[in-house]
T-cell receptor, first 115, second 116 residues
Framework: QQQVKQSPQSLIVQKGGISIINCAYE??????FPWYQQFPGKGPALLIA?????SEKKEGRFTISFNKSAKQFSLHIMDSQPGDSATYFC??????????????FGRGTQLTVWP | GAVVSQHPSRVICKSGTSVKIECRSL??????MFWYRQFPKQSLMLMAT?????????EQGVEKDKFLINHASLTLSTLTVTSAHPEDSSFYIC????????????FGSGTQLSVL
């Protein structure tokens, strides 16, 4: 059972546009929600993360919006650039009954930004 | 951010041989290390979790005798793929959780294993 559902599977955005990737979860024990960026042949790199006590977090062009009641969170990439073309994974970590750091990943979104 | 070094980045081996992949946390002590497997255009699949000085915990369906994990110190974990077969060909990625890092997970650069 997929603990974190991510959409869309692929996304094409024009340079300068806004890229939006959505994730949803069911487990209310999740307390940490990171986003990872992965380039081909490389390991994932932590992009930005949020905890459920805030509704939004912004770092540069990247913003996470978090809706605790709906159990949804999304990544917004403003002014998307060709260099942002990569696969993005959302993830979630439970606060109880698990090894510290155990993450459940979404299936990933392949983002392509056209110049 | 914290650095996790993974070697080798790419390995090609003959069927039946064993391959060892190393994962080191360079500037922090890793309480826990995780090993993932990733197929092309798919998500990361957790294979096992290892804590320093104790036996690894394997996910359901992962053969512990085929994928040997050793976490001998707070900065080093190794994954050995024993008697590798073509179906073991995949991208293997390690990650480490820092002591006191409140669960932030840092990933290695991955190892592409190709078994001929």
């Amino acid at each position: 059972q997929q603990q974190v559902k991510q959409s869309p599977q692929s996304l094409i955005v024009q340079k300068g546009g806004i890229s939006i990737i959505n994730c949803a979860y069911e487990n209310t024990a999740f307390d940490y929600f990171p986003w990872y960026q992965q380039f081909p042949g490389k390991g994932p790199a932590l992009l930005i993360a949020i905890r459920p006590d805030v509704s939004e977090k912004k770092e540069g062009r990247f913003t996470i919006s978090f809706n605790k009641s709906a159990k949804q969170f999304s990544l917004h990439i403003m002014d998307s650039q060709p260099g942002d073309s990569a696969t993005y994974f959302c993830a979630a970590r439970p606060s109880e009954g698990s090894t510290l750091g155990r993450l459940y990943f979404g299936r990933g979104t392949q983002l392509t930004v056209w110049p | 951010g914290a650095v996790v070094s993974q070697h080798p980045s790419r390995v090609i081996c003959k069927s039946g041989t064993s391959v060892k992949i190393e994962c080191r946390s360079l500037d922090f002590q890793a309480t826990t290390m995780f090993w993932y497997r990733q197929f092309p255009k798919q998500s990361l699949m957790l294979m096992a979790t290892s804590n320093e000085g104790s036996k690894a915990t394997y996910e359901q369906g992962v053969e512990k005798d085929k994928f040997l994990i050793n976490h001998a110190s707070l900065t080093l974990s190794t994954l050995t793929v024993t008697s590798a077969h073509p179906e073991d060909s995949s991208f293997y990625i390690c990650s480490a959780s820092a002591v006191g890092g409140f669960g932030k997970l840092f990933f290695g650069s991955g190892t592409q294993l190709s078994v001929l």
